[in-house]
């Protein structure tokens, strides 16, 4: 049966065994050099990407693969054929497609219509790749996941989403502080408590001080998602009490890290010195975007 990550509750069952195979190849690269040999998959981006198309693309080489960028401007998708159409077709050439879409309806159809995995490269609603990297890079820098307090200051976002019901899977409990209005969808805040059940809190709050409070982990993300720069001005204006400041983070446990998905904009969500200090982790983070994108793609695929 084919497998697809369009949520990250995709992998609830296998998600520490992708982790711990992300680790694994990680430390032995050269094992894992013809894996998916004579295989390719399918890149296609709806929005920019600098992080993800590159470790997809160069995931898929290091395997002895073939990555195919695909812009939907140079594709007939750009021209009207359907989803649906063009999840059948690809599926007759590719052993597996990555999308990154503005619509999460859009990862679902392409899914559902598709005999080839389907891995969701961010969406409105979610953004699993990114999260598996995410939790890997804390299980290397803490040495464990469950009970950690994993807090997120910031828009109820795609990240946030997928951060949120990665912690529930693991056990770790997850704090979000957002403006009012801006707060996670009450939709996936059920989901999420469902699979903690009472193994981890799922805690929403509109105070940052609350979140960040013996925080293991502070983590934030842009106030402006792709797709929503016209509401800049006021989002900036929204957001601006919920920036990752020193005065913050002096909540959060000393050996807090500081985790972004990145791309950053340092004097808005997070000051410099934040992120340019001795516990930021993000640039391990982005890449362990390329290890664990190949332990997913080794379980989908081989
Ligand atoms: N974090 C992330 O997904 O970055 P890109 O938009 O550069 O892929
Ligand atoms: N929430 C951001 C994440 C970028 C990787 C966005 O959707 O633009």
Same mark, same amino acid.
């Given at each position: 049966?084919?497998?697809d990550l369009?949520?990250i509750?995709?992998?609830?069952d296998?998600l520490?065994?992708?982790?711990?195979?992300?680790?694994?190849?990680?430390?032995?690269?050269r094992? @894992?050099?013809?894996?998916?040999?004579g295989?390719?998959?399918?890149?296609?981006?709806?929005?920019?990407s600098t992080r993800?198309r590159?470790?997809?693309?160069?995931a898929?080489?290091?395997?002895?693969?073939? /990555?195919l960028?695909?812009?939907?401007?140079d594709?007939q998708?750009?021209?009207?054929e359907t989803i649906?159409?063009?999840a059948? %077709?690809?599926?007759r @050439?590719?052993?597996?497609?990555?999308?990154?879409a503005?619509d999460?309806r859009?990862? %679902?159809?392409?899914?559902?219509n598709?005999t080839?995995?389907v891995i969701n490269?961010?969406?409105?609603?979610e953004?699993?790749?990114?999260?598996?990297?995410?939790?890997?890079?804390i299980?290397e820098k803490?040495?464990r996941?469950k009970?950690?307090?994993?807090?997120?200051?910031?828009?109820g976002n795609n %990240?946030?989403n997928?951060?949120m019901?990665?912690?529930?899977i693991?056990?770790?409990?997850f704090?979000i502080?957002s403006p009012?209005?801006?707060e996670i969808?009450?939709?996936y805040v059920?989901i999420?408590r469902?699979?903690?059940g009472?193994?981890s809190?799922?805690v929403?709050t509109n105070?940052?001080?609350e979140a960040?409070?013996d925080?293991?982990?502070? @983590?934030?993300?842009?106030?402006?998602?792709?797709?929503e720069?016209e509401e800049?001005?006021?989002?900036?204006?929204?957001?601006k009490?919920?920036?990752v400041?020193?005065?913050l983070?002096?909540h959060a446990?000393?050996? @807090?890290i500081?985790m972004h998905?990145?791309?950053?904009h340092?004097?808005l969500e997070v000051?410099?010195?934040?992120?340019d200090?001795?516990?930021? %982790?993000?640039?391990?983070?982005?890449?362990n975007?390329?290890? /664990?994108?190949?332990a997913?793609?080794?379980?989908f695929?081989?």
């Amino acid at each position: 049966m084919k497998r697809d990550l369009v949520s990250i509750t995709d992998v609830k069952d296998d998600l520490l065994d992708i982790i711990n195979l992300g680790i694994e190849i990680k430390k032995n690269p050269r094992k @894992y050099m013809h894996v998916l040999e004579g295989k390719s998959l399918a890149m296609i981006f709806e929005k920019p990407s600098t992080r993800t198309r590159t470790s997809f693309e160069v995931a898929m080489t290091q395997l002895g693969g073939h /990555a195919l960028y695909m812009s939907p401007r140079d594709m007939q998708l750009g021209r009207g054929e359907t989803i649906e159409d063009t999840a059948k %077709v690809l599926s007759r @050439y590719v052993d597996a497609i990555v999308y990154r879409a503005f619509d999460h309806r859009m990862v %679902v159809a392409l899914a559902k219509n598709s005999t080839v995995p389907v891995i969701n490269a961010l969406d409105d609603v979610e953004h699993p790749a990114q999260i598996i990297a995410d939790l890997m890079t804390i299980l290397e820098k803490k040495g464990r996941l469950k009970g950690l307090k994993i807090s997120f200051i910031g828009d109820g976002n795609n %990240v946030a989403n997928s951060l949120m019901l990665g912690s529930a899977i693991v056990g770790a409990d997850f704090y979000i502080a957002s403006p009012r209005g801006y707060e996670i969808k009450e939709e996936y805040v059920k989901i999420a408590r469902s699979i903690a059940g009472n193994r981890s809190r799922i805690v929403l709050t509109n105070d940052p001080v609350e979140a960040a409070k013996d925080a293991d982990v502070i @983590y934030t993300d842009v106030w402006v998602s792709m797709g929503e720069e016209e509401e800049r001005e006021k989002r900036e204006r929204d957001f601006k009490d919920y920036q990752v400041n020193l005065s913050l983070v002096k909540h959060a446990k000393k050996d @807090y890290i500081f985790m972004h998905c990145l791309p950053a904009h340092r004097g808005l969500e997070v000051t410099g010195d934040v992120i340019d200090s001795p516990n930021s %982790v993000v640039f391990d983070e982005a890449e362990n975007r390329l290890h /664990a994108q190949k332990a997913l793609l080794v379980k989908f695929i081989s």
